[in-house]
């Protein structure tokens, strides 16, 4: 299989609109950021809105970076044991992600990034990117013929 073939594999026609469904989505995240400070300081007040915004996304970056760095040094420890750190690899992923959206200013953010910081969503979560990952790994396996090796 030639290397142009190999890369037009990865990108079918799902993959294009799951691409371009993701590039729209995150164009409105913005959008709807900027209407929802525009709201929301029409209501209570511009200097009240930025304030709260700074706080909440510093107050949850830093529970976020708190807890990151438990999980790491417990994905550390899975490491030196020898067991299989799945688990603590993915609590640390969500975690890591959750810190990014917190720091990143903005309501819908900073509540994507506190849903993240809850274990039991940010496992279920984890489950789910695994299992979705699983197959597409799968896929790309059976594609390259690597079994072949």
């Not at 993701?22 to 929802?36: K, N, Y």
């Not at 274990?119 to 695994?130: F, K, Q, T």
């Amino acid at each position: 299989m030639t290397p142009i073939r190999t890369l037009l594999v990865f990108f079918d026609r799902d993959f294009l609109f799951k691409l371009i469904l993701v590039l729209l989505a995150w164009s409105l995240v913005p959008l709807g950021e900027i209407f929802l400070f525009i709201y929301l300081g029409s209501l209570i007040g511009n200097s009240l809105i930025l304030i709260l915004a700074a706080v909440a996304g510093a107050a949850g970056a830093f529970v976020g970076v708190l807890q990151a760095r438990r999980a790491a040094s417990c994905l550390r420890a899975a490491l030196a044991r020898g067991s299989h750190p799945g688990r603590d690899a993915v609590d640390l992923a969500g975690l890591l992600v959750s810190a990014l959206l917190l720091i990143t200013p903005g309501f819908v953010t900073d509540v994507a990034g506190f849903l993240l910081l809850v274990p039991s969503l940010r496992e279920s979560l984890g489950r789910r990117i695994a299992a979705r990952l699983k197959t597409r790994v799968r896929d790309v396996y059976d594609r390259l013929k690597l079994s072949a090796l």
